[in-house]
């Protein structure tokens, strides 16, 4: 797969991967507030890292990254299918904490109170 391909591929699989999250039945994914982060496709597009962050912490994106591992089989043979590809690349599957990360980074900055004059009060 050309290099320029890649970017294009890797966001198609995140916008798939996100509706097909909402369509899983594993209680281990279903009722969690999931993202896919970021999906880092291989250069010759053989293996996908999908990177996974749940807004209830990085605990319930490790719970939900199990499901998410019985599911492989599903989730390849219908990324190859909706994305119309020769072949699908092996999925691994990564909790990530960034949402986590940047809730707490939006709160301190919701509790910094700053003036009109744009000094802190």
């Given at each position: ?34 993202t ?11 293996s ?38 020769r ?28 003036s009109?004059d744009?000094?802190?009060?």
């Open positions: 797969m050309p290099s320029y391909h890649l970017p294009r591929a890797a966001e198609d699989m995140k916008r798939e991967l996100t509706a097909l999250l909402r369509e899983l039945k594993d209680p281990r994914v279903q009722g969690k507030l999931l896919v982060v970021r999906v880092h496709l291989s250069g010759d597009g053989s996908a890292k999908i990177y996974v962050s749940a807004m209830e912490g990085l605990e319930a994106a490790r719970e939900a990254v199990k499901g998410l591992k019985s599911a492989v089989g599903y989730l390849r043979g219908e990324l190859t299918r909706r994305l119309h590809m072949k699908a690349p092996e999925l691994r599957f990564i909790a990530d904490n960034s949402i986590e990360e940047g809730t707490a980074i939006l709160r301190t900055l919701d509790s910094l109170e700053i009109s744009g000094e802190e009060a």
